[in-house]
Nanobody, 128 residues
């Protein structure tokens, strides 16, 4: 059984930072592409960032590029999202996603439909 568990969400002031983590189990983690998505109330799930199997290739949504960093530690079966210079519009539930087809990452895998496995999400709230 594949399990993705996000952690690290919380309440932060605008301009602050948070680091999300997603621990994976039940899959050969190093052969999976990973991604972060987010969903605000009343809005569709939105792509944030994706990373290939090795961590050597990353791709970001324009809205977060330069502020967020996605990384992974294959020895710990964990993917991270370092979020800096947070804005109120970053407020959402953040989800991690995994799919073996996303092995090489890239813009093709910036759509929720490309991912088979999802975590339960972690709330991030940025106050102004």
């Amino acid at each position: 059984q594949v399990l993705l568990v996000e952690s690290g969400g919380g309440l932060v002031q605008a301009g602050g930072s948070l680091r999300l983590a997603c621990a994976a189990s039940g899959l050969a983690f190093s052969t999976y592409g990973m991604a972060w998505f987010r969903q605000a109330p009343g809005r569709e799930r939105e792509f944030v960032a994706t990373i290939n199997w090795s961590g050597g290739s990353t791709y970001y949504a324009t809205s977060v590029e330069g502020r967020f960093i996605i990384s992974r530690d294959n020895a710990k079966n964990t993917v991270y999202l370092q979020m800096n210079s947070l804005k109120p519009e970053d407020t959402a539930v953040y989800y991690c996603a995994a799919d073996s087809r996303a092995y090489y990452g890239g813009s093709y895998y910036s759509f929720p439909s490309r991912y088979k496995y999802w975590g339960q999400g972690t709330q991030v709230t940025v106050s102004s």
